[in-house]
Protein backbone atom coordinates (compact mmCIF):
# COMPACT_ATOMS: atom_id res chain seq x y z
CA UNK A 1 0.00 0.00 0.00
CA UNK A 2 1.48 3.54 -0.71
CA UNK A 3 2.45 5.23 2.40
CA UNK A 4 0.20 8.02 3.09
CA UNK A 5 1.52 11.01 4.66
CA UNK A 6 -0.44 12.49 7.73
CA UNK A 7 0.69 16.21 8.59
CA UNK A 8 0.78 16.94 12.26
CA UNK A 9 -1.24 20.39 12.83
CA UNK A 10 -2.33 22.17 15.58
CA UNK A 11 -6.20 22.96 15.72
CA UNK A 12 -5.31 26.34 16.56
CA UNK A 13 -3.33 27.58 14.66
CA UNK A 14 -4.93 26.55 11.42
CA UNK A 15 -8.71 27.13 11.97
CA UNK A 16 -9.81 29.37 9.06
CA UNK A 17 -12.48 32.27 8.64
CA UNK A 18 -14.36 30.99 6.22
CA UNK A 19 -14.83 32.99 2.80
CA UNK A 20 -18.04 35.13 2.53
CA UNK A 21 -19.16 33.35 -1.36
CA UNK A 22 -19.48 36.13 -4.04
CA UNK A 23 -23.10 34.76 -4.17
CA UNK A 24 -24.96 34.86 -1.41
CA UNK A 25 -28.63 33.02 -1.24
CA UNK A 26 -31.67 32.63 0.99
CA UNK A 27 -30.59 32.31 4.58
CA UNK A 28 -33.13 29.16 5.00
CA UNK A 29 -33.23 26.13 3.54
CA UNK A 30 -32.37 22.36 4.36
CA UNK A 31 -28.81 21.34 3.22
CA UNK A 32 -27.00 18.34 1.71
CA UNK A 33 -23.51 17.29 2.08
CA UNK A 34 -21.38 15.70 -0.67
CA UNK A 35 -22.46 12.51 0.21
CA UNK A 36 -26.03 13.10 0.02
CA UNK A 37 -26.17 13.71 3.67
CA UNK A 38 -28.43 15.96 5.85
CA UNK A 39 -27.69 18.63 8.17
CA UNK A 40 -29.54 17.48 11.49
CA UNK A 41 -28.04 17.59 14.36
CA UNK A 42 -25.83 20.31 16.45
CA UNK A 43 -23.14 19.69 18.94
CA UNK A 44 -22.53 22.88 21.19
CA UNK A 45 -19.52 22.56 23.09
CA UNK A 46 -19.72 25.45 25.65
CA UNK A 47 -16.46 24.69 27.94
CA UNK A 48 -13.16 22.87 27.54
CA UNK A 49 -12.46 22.81 30.72
CA UNK A 50 -13.83 19.83 32.94
CA UNK A 51 -13.77 18.54 36.72
CA UNK A 52 -12.53 14.71 35.54
CA UNK A 53 -9.43 13.59 34.05
CA UNK A 54 -11.06 10.94 32.34
CA UNK A 55 -8.45 8.62 31.25
CA UNK A 56 -10.06 8.50 27.61
CA UNK A 57 -10.62 11.70 27.10
CA UNK A 58 -8.42 14.35 29.01
CA UNK A 59 -5.98 12.47 30.47
CA UNK A 60 -4.11 13.94 33.57
CA UNK A 61 -0.21 13.83 32.01
CA UNK A 62 -1.84 16.23 29.46
CA UNK A 63 -4.32 18.22 31.29
CA UNK A 64 -2.66 19.18 34.03
CA UNK A 65 -2.32 22.36 35.85
CA UNK A 66 -0.01 24.22 32.86
CA UNK A 67 -2.62 23.21 30.54
CA UNK A 68 -4.14 26.32 28.16
CA UNK A 69 -7.46 26.42 28.61
CA UNK A 70 -8.83 28.87 26.55
CA UNK A 71 -9.79 32.26 28.38
CA UNK A 72 -13.64 33.47 29.06
CA UNK A 73 -12.97 36.22 26.18
CA UNK A 74 -12.24 33.14 23.04
CA UNK A 75 -15.79 31.16 24.50
CA UNK A 76 -18.85 32.22 22.53
CA UNK A 77 -20.91 33.90 24.60
CA UNK A 78 -24.74 33.22 25.13
CA UNK A 79 -25.67 35.47 22.67
CA UNK A 80 -23.43 34.55 20.00
CA UNK A 81 -24.21 30.70 20.39
CA UNK A 82 -27.83 31.24 19.99
CA UNK A 83 -27.55 33.50 16.63
CA UNK A 84 -25.09 30.90 15.44
CA UNK A 85 -27.95 27.90 16.38
CA UNK A 86 -30.52 29.64 14.73
CA UNK A 87 -28.90 29.69 11.29
CA UNK A 88 -27.93 25.76 11.79
CA UNK A 89 -31.80 25.32 12.30
CA UNK A 90 -32.73 27.32 9.20
CA UNK A 91 -30.97 24.97 7.76
CA UNK A 92 -32.58 21.68 9.44
CA UNK A 93 -31.08 21.50 12.72
CA UNK A 94 -33.99 19.35 14.38
CA UNK A 95 -31.41 18.20 17.44
CA UNK A 96 -28.98 20.17 19.80
CA UNK A 97 -26.78 18.79 22.45
CA UNK A 98 -25.10 20.51 24.50
CA UNK A 99 -21.49 19.02 25.59
CA UNK A 100 -17.88 19.95 26.49
CA UNK A 101 -16.21 19.69 28.63
CA UNK A 102 -18.60 19.16 31.46
CA UNK A 103 -21.33 21.46 30.01
CA UNK A 104 -22.96 21.76 33.58
CA UNK A 105 -19.31 24.15 34.48
CA UNK A 106 -20.33 26.97 32.30
CA UNK A 107 -21.83 29.48 34.42
CA UNK A 108 -25.62 29.99 34.24
CA UNK A 109 -25.88 27.35 31.48
CA UNK A 110 -29.49 27.48 32.22
CA UNK A 111 -29.69 31.10 30.94
CA UNK A 112 -28.27 29.01 27.38
CA UNK A 113 -30.95 26.29 27.70
CA UNK A 114 -34.05 28.61 27.88
CA UNK A 115 -32.31 31.06 25.14
CA UNK A 116 -31.92 27.60 23.00
CA UNK A 117 -35.32 26.16 24.04
CA UNK A 118 -37.15 29.57 22.41
CA UNK A 119 -35.56 28.21 18.90
CA UNK A 120 -38.37 26.65 16.70
CA UNK A 121 -37.84 24.99 13.00
CA UNK A 122 -38.85 26.68 9.85
CA UNK A 123 -42.30 24.27 10.65
CA UNK A 124 -42.72 25.51 14.11
CA UNK A 125 -41.57 22.51 15.86
CA UNK A 126 -39.99 23.08 19.14
CA UNK A 127 -36.04 21.84 18.99
CA UNK A 128 -34.98 18.23 20.92
CA UNK A 129 -32.79 19.98 23.59
CA UNK A 130 -30.42 18.01 25.47
CA UNK A 131 -27.10 18.09 27.42
CA UNK A 132 -24.44 15.55 28.12
CA UNK A 133 -22.94 15.37 31.40
CA UNK A 134 -20.87 13.26 33.90
CA UNK A 135 -23.62 14.25 36.78
CA UNK A 136 -21.14 15.34 39.03
CA UNK A 137 -23.53 18.94 39.80
CA UNK A 138 -26.37 17.15 38.09
CA UNK A 139 -28.39 16.61 41.15
CA UNK A 140 -28.01 20.47 42.08
CA UNK A 141 -29.01 21.47 38.42
CA UNK A 142 -31.41 19.14 37.67
CA UNK A 143 -34.66 21.10 37.97
CA UNK A 144 -33.39 24.61 37.07
CA UNK A 145 -32.38 22.91 33.66
CA UNK A 146 -35.63 21.38 33.50
CA UNK A 147 -37.76 24.49 34.29
CA UNK A 148 -35.22 26.45 31.64
CA UNK A 149 -36.26 24.15 28.78
CA UNK A 150 -33.92 21.49 28.77
CA UNK A 151 -35.66 18.31 27.28
CA UNK A 152 -33.54 15.63 28.13
CA UNK A 153 -29.99 14.35 29.70
CA UNK A 154 -27.35 12.11 28.61
CA UNK A 155 -25.19 11.27 31.73
CA UNK A 156 -21.67 9.05 31.38
CA UNK A 157 -20.89 6.69 34.05
CA UNK A 158 -18.14 3.97 33.15
CA UNK A 159 -18.53 1.72 36.64
CA UNK A 160 -20.37 0.92 39.23
CA UNK A 161 -17.19 -0.21 41.15
CA UNK A 162 -15.88 2.65 43.29
CA UNK A 163 -12.44 1.69 41.97
CA UNK A 164 -12.49 1.19 38.51
CA UNK A 165 -14.62 4.24 38.70
CA UNK A 166 -12.37 6.42 40.39
CA UNK A 167 -9.64 5.40 38.54
CA UNK A 168 -11.74 5.78 35.12
CA UNK A 169 -12.23 9.66 35.89
CA UNK A 170 -8.95 10.18 37.57
CA UNK A 171 -10.34 12.40 40.17
CA UNK A 172 -11.65 10.34 43.03
CA UNK A 173 -15.95 11.39 41.90
CA UNK A 174 -18.59 8.74 43.62
CA UNK A 175 -20.80 6.23 41.64
CA UNK A 176 -23.03 7.34 44.55
CA UNK A 177 -23.14 11.13 43.59
CA UNK A 178 -23.45 10.11 39.95
CA UNK A 179 -26.30 7.73 40.81
CA UNK A 180 -28.08 10.19 43.00
CA UNK A 181 -28.24 12.89 39.75
CA UNK A 182 -29.50 10.28 37.58
CA UNK A 183 -32.15 9.66 40.00
CA UNK A 184 -33.50 13.70 40.62
CA UNK A 185 -33.11 14.40 36.58
CA UNK A 186 -35.72 11.12 36.04
CA UNK A 187 -37.77 12.88 39.06
CA UNK A 188 -37.92 15.94 37.56
CA UNK A 189 -38.67 14.89 34.30
CA UNK A 190 -35.56 15.04 32.18
CA UNK A 191 -36.05 11.75 30.57
CA UNK A 192 -35.64 9.57 28.89
CA UNK A 193 -32.45 9.20 30.18
CA UNK A 194 -29.41 7.21 28.83
CA UNK A 195 -26.28 6.73 30.15
CA UNK A 196 -22.92 6.11 28.13
CA UNK A 197 -20.62 3.54 29.41
CA UNK A 198 -17.36 4.03 27.21
CA UNK A 199 -15.11 0.28 27.31
CA UNK A 200 -11.36 1.07 27.62
CA UNK A 201 -10.23 -2.92 27.31
CA UNK A 202 -7.92 -3.99 30.77
CA UNK A 203 -9.79 -1.03 32.44
CA UNK A 204 -13.51 -0.97 33.02
CA UNK A 205 -14.60 -3.92 30.71
CA UNK A 206 -15.17 -6.08 34.02
CA UNK A 207 -17.74 -3.77 34.80
CA UNK A 208 -19.92 -4.24 31.63
CA UNK A 209 -22.06 -7.62 33.30
CA UNK A 210 -22.66 -5.44 36.42
CA UNK A 211 -23.49 -2.64 34.71
CA UNK A 212 -25.86 -4.60 32.21
CA UNK A 213 -27.31 -6.07 35.38
CA UNK A 214 -27.82 -2.69 37.21
CA UNK A 215 -29.64 -0.69 34.66
CA UNK A 216 -31.96 -4.12 33.05
CA UNK A 217 -35.30 -3.23 33.80
CA UNK A 218 -34.68 0.74 35.14
CA UNK A 219 -36.15 3.54 32.96
CA UNK A 220 -32.51 4.53 31.85
CA UNK A 221 -31.24 2.88 28.75
CA UNK A 222 -27.52 2.29 29.20
CA UNK A 223 -25.53 2.53 26.28
CA UNK A 224 -21.84 0.60 25.86
CA UNK A 225 -19.17 3.31 23.24
CA UNK A 226 -16.48 1.58 22.14
CA UNK A 227 -13.17 3.49 22.94
CA UNK A 228 -12.35 5.69 20.16
CA UNK A 229 -9.16 7.17 18.74
CA UNK A 230 -10.41 11.17 19.06
CA UNK A 231 -8.05 13.46 20.05
CA UNK A 232 -3.97 13.10 20.15
CA UNK A 233 -3.53 12.93 24.41
CA UNK A 234 -4.97 9.30 25.04
CA UNK A 235 -2.74 7.11 23.60
CA UNK A 236 -5.32 5.27 21.85
CA UNK A 237 -4.62 1.83 20.76
CA UNK A 238 -6.75 -0.27 18.87
CA UNK A 239 -5.92 -3.53 20.86
CA UNK A 240 -7.64 -1.87 23.85
CA UNK A 241 -11.00 -1.85 21.66
CA UNK A 242 -13.93 -3.68 23.29
CA UNK A 243 -15.54 -4.26 19.78
CA UNK A 244 -20.01 -4.04 20.66
CA UNK A 245 -20.04 -7.58 19.17
CA UNK A 246 -18.16 -8.88 22.24
CA UNK A 247 -20.35 -6.77 24.86
CA UNK A 248 -23.27 -8.22 23.00
CA UNK A 249 -21.79 -11.73 23.21
CA UNK A 250 -21.27 -11.27 27.12
CA UNK A 251 -24.14 -9.70 27.41
CA UNK A 252 -26.50 -12.39 26.18
CA UNK A 253 -24.55 -15.23 27.29
CA UNK A 254 -26.54 -14.02 31.02
CA UNK A 255 -29.25 -12.35 29.89
CA UNK A 256 -30.55 -13.22 26.49
CA UNK A 257 -30.89 -10.43 23.55
CA UNK A 258 -32.49 -9.73 20.29
CA UNK A 259 -31.57 -6.49 18.30
CA UNK A 260 -34.21 -3.96 17.60
CA UNK A 261 -34.69 -1.56 14.70
CA UNK A 262 -33.14 1.99 14.81
CA UNK A 263 -35.67 4.74 16.18
CA UNK A 264 -34.81 7.09 12.67
CA UNK A 265 -32.11 7.02 10.06
CA UNK A 266 -28.88 8.09 11.14
CA UNK A 267 -29.07 6.77 14.82
CA UNK A 268 -25.63 5.95 16.59
CA UNK A 269 -26.43 3.57 18.19
CA UNK A 270 -28.10 -0.12 17.59
CA UNK A 271 -30.61 -1.17 19.72
CA UNK A 272 -30.96 -4.65 21.70
CA UNK A 273 -33.41 -5.75 23.69
CA UNK A 274 -33.54 -8.30 26.90
CA UNK A 275 -36.17 -10.89 25.51
CA UNK A 276 -37.22 -11.56 29.55
CA UNK A 277 -38.57 -7.84 30.19
CA UNK A 278 -38.33 -6.15 27.36
CA UNK A 279 -35.80 -3.44 28.38
CA UNK A 280 -33.17 -2.01 26.20
CA UNK A 281 -29.70 -1.25 25.50
CA UNK A 282 -28.14 0.41 23.38
CA UNK A 283 -24.10 -0.12 21.31
CA UNK A 284 -22.22 2.33 19.78
CA UNK A 285 -19.54 0.66 17.70
CA UNK A 286 -17.91 4.01 16.11
CA UNK A 287 -14.94 1.76 15.51
CA UNK A 288 -15.68 -1.56 14.46
CA UNK A 289 -18.89 -0.94 12.43
CA UNK A 290 -18.44 2.75 11.14
CA UNK A 291 -21.67 4.82 10.54
CA UNK A 292 -20.32 8.10 8.66
CA UNK A 293 -22.67 7.39 5.89
CA UNK A 294 -25.68 8.27 8.17
CA UNK A 295 -23.83 11.38 9.70
CA UNK A 296 -25.65 14.27 9.64
CA UNK A 297 -23.52 15.87 12.57
CA UNK A 298 -22.11 19.62 12.88
CA UNK A 299 -19.59 20.85 15.92
CA UNK A 300 -19.37 24.38 17.21
CA UNK A 301 -16.38 24.33 19.09
CA UNK A 302 -16.24 26.57 22.44
CA UNK A 303 -14.24 29.16 20.53
CA UNK A 304 -16.85 29.15 17.71
CA UNK A 305 -15.32 27.01 15.10
CA UNK A 306 -17.43 24.63 12.65
CA UNK A 307 -15.88 21.44 12.51
CA UNK A 308 -18.29 18.81 10.07
CA UNK A 309 -16.56 15.72 11.63
CA UNK A 310 -15.23 14.81 15.77
CA UNK A 311 -11.96 13.46 13.72
CA UNK A 312 -11.05 16.91 11.74
CA UNK A 313 -8.03 18.49 11.97
CA UNK A 314 -9.38 22.03 10.68
CA UNK A 315 -12.13 23.96 12.00
CA UNK A 316 -14.24 27.19 10.07
CA UNK A 317 -13.81 29.70 12.80
CA UNK A 318 -17.87 31.17 12.87
CA UNK A 319 -16.34 33.66 15.79
CA UNK A 320 -13.80 35.65 13.15
CA UNK A 321 -17.09 36.13 11.04
CA UNK A 322 -19.47 37.33 13.99
CA UNK A 323 -17.07 39.47 15.38
CA UNK A 324 -16.20 40.97 12.94
CA UNK A 325 -19.97 42.30 11.80
CA UNK A 326 -21.02 40.02 9.31
CA UNK A 327 -25.05 39.71 8.58
CA UNK A 328 -26.96 36.95 8.98
CA UNK A 329 -26.95 36.30 5.36
CA UNK A 330 -23.49 35.90 5.08
CA UNK A 331 -23.04 33.63 8.25
CA UNK A 332 -26.20 31.20 6.88
CA UNK A 333 -24.59 31.28 3.42
CA UNK A 334 -21.24 30.37 4.98
CA UNK A 335 -22.66 27.51 6.76
CA UNK A 336 -24.50 25.97 3.91
CA UNK A 337 -21.26 26.16 1.52
CA UNK A 338 -19.54 24.47 4.24
CA UNK A 339 -22.11 21.64 4.73
CA UNK A 340 -22.44 21.46 1.20
CA UNK A 341 -18.44 20.96 0.57
CA UNK A 342 -18.23 18.71 3.31
CA UNK A 343 -17.33 14.78 2.19
CA UNK A 344 -15.93 13.35 6.40
CA UNK A 345 -16.13 10.15 6.73
CA UNK A 346 -13.62 9.39 8.99
CA UNK A 347 -14.11 6.05 10.62
CA UNK A 348 -14.94 4.62 7.36
CA UNK A 349 -11.52 5.34 6.28
CA UNK A 350 -10.14 4.28 9.85
CA UNK A 351 -12.06 0.83 8.88
CA UNK A 352 -10.70 0.21 5.84
CA UNK A 353 -6.89 1.29 7.04
CA UNK A 354 -6.15 1.34 10.78
CA UNK A 355 -2.79 2.48 10.17
CA UNK A 356 -4.63 5.99 9.95
CA UNK A 357 -4.74 6.25 13.59
CA UNK A 358 -1.56 5.02 14.68
CA UNK A 359 0.50 7.37 12.31
CA UNK A 360 1.58 11.13 13.67
CA UNK A 361 -2.51 12.46 13.37
CA UNK A 362 -2.83 15.64 15.41
CA UNK A 363 -6.65 15.54 15.97
CA UNK A 364 -8.80 18.35 17.68
CA UNK A 365 -9.57 17.07 21.28
CA UNK A 366 -12.78 16.10 22.06
CA UNK A 367 -13.21 18.06 25.49
CA UNK A 368 -12.44 20.92 23.10
CA UNK A 369 -15.04 19.86 20.00
CA UNK A 370 -17.47 18.54 21.71
CA UNK A 371 -18.25 15.16 22.10
N1 LIG B 1 -18.28 15.80 30.18
C1 LIG B 1 -19.47 15.30 29.61
C2 LIG B 1 -19.56 13.80 29.77
O1 LIG B 1 -18.54 13.15 30.04
O2 LIG B 1 -20.66 13.27 29.60
C3 LIG B 1 -19.67 15.70 28.16
C4 LIG B 1 -18.48 15.70 27.26
S1 LIG B 1 -17.75 14.11 26.94
C5 LIG B 1 -16.42 14.54 25.88
C6 LIG B 1 -18.97 13.40 25.89
C7 LIG B 1 -18.92 11.90 25.74
O3 LIG B 1 -17.75 11.55 25.05
C8 LIG B 1 -18.88 11.12 27.04
O4 LIG B 1 -19.94 10.19 27.05
C9 LIG B 1 -17.56 10.43 27.00
O5 LIG B 1 -17.59 9.21 27.66
C10 LIG B 1 -17.30 10.31 25.52
N2 LIG B 1 -15.88 10.14 25.19
C11 LIG B 1 -14.84 10.94 25.52
N3 LIG B 1 -13.68 10.44 25.04
C12 LIG B 1 -13.99 9.29 24.38
C13 LIG B 1 -13.23 8.31 23.68
N4 LIG B 1 -11.91 8.40 23.56
N5 LIG B 1 -13.89 7.27 23.14
C14 LIG B 1 -15.24 7.15 23.25
N6 LIG B 1 -16.01 8.04 23.89
C15 LIG B 1 -15.39 9.10 24.47
FE1 LIG C 1 -14.66 15.35 31.33
FE2 LIG C 1 -16.55 14.18 29.92
FE3 LIG C 1 -14.03 14.11 29.08
FE4 LIG C 1 -14.68 12.74 31.22
S1 LIG C 1 -15.46 12.41 29.15
S2 LIG C 1 -12.89 14.09 31.03
S3 LIG C 1 -16.23 13.99 32.13
S4 LIG C 1 -15.27 15.91 29.24
FE1 LIG D 1 -19.48 11.49 11.42
FE2 LIG D 1 -16.87 11.89 11.24
FE3 LIG D 1 -17.85 10.20 13.08
FE4 LIG D 1 -17.90 9.55 10.47
S1 LIG D 1 -16.09 9.85 11.72
S2 LIG D 1 -19.58 9.30 11.96
S3 LIG D 1 -18.27 11.57 9.53
S4 LIG D 1 -18.19 12.44 12.99
Redesign the pocket.
Known amino acids: MAERIIPVVDHRVLSTAPDIPAELEAPTGLVADSLARPLHDLRISVTDR?????V???PKEV?DKDYAFLPHSALLSFEEITRVAKVFVAHGVRKIRLT???PLLRKDIERLVEMLAGLSTPDGEAIDLTL?T?A?LLARKARALKEAGLKRVTV?LDALDEKVFQRM?DVDFPVSDVLKGIDIAHAVGLGPIKVNM?VKGGMNDQEILPMARHFKGSPFILRFIEYMDVGSSNGWKMDEVIPSAEVIRRINAEMPLEEIEPNYTGETAERWRYKDDGSEIGVISSVTRAFCHDCTRARLSTEGKLYTCLFATQGHDLRALIRSGRSDLELSTVVANIWRRRGDRYSELRTANTDLTERAVRKVE??YIG?
Open positions: CNFRCYCMFGGETNSSNVMSG
